[in-house]
């Protein structure tokens, strides 16, 4: 495992957030956009950093806030 995507683990694990999901999002920038794993986990750690994860995470999954 690419030391970066172990870092994104830990942040996973920090805030409570789903591995799974994450590696949902990391596939998708590798497939859909063609990035290297390094860049498509360093992009999604960065959604961590500017707050992206958290509102994210606020919206319920019907699309209220929760």
Known sequence: MIEVR???YE???KTNTSRSG???LV???IKSLGWS???ACKYALSLFHDGTITQIKLIGKDGKEL
């Open 6 to 8: 172990k870092q994104l």
């Open 11 to 13: 942040m996973c694990d």
């Open 22 to 24: 994450m590696d949902h």
């Open 27 to 29: 596939t998708y920038y």
């Open 37 to 39: 794993e390094e860049e």
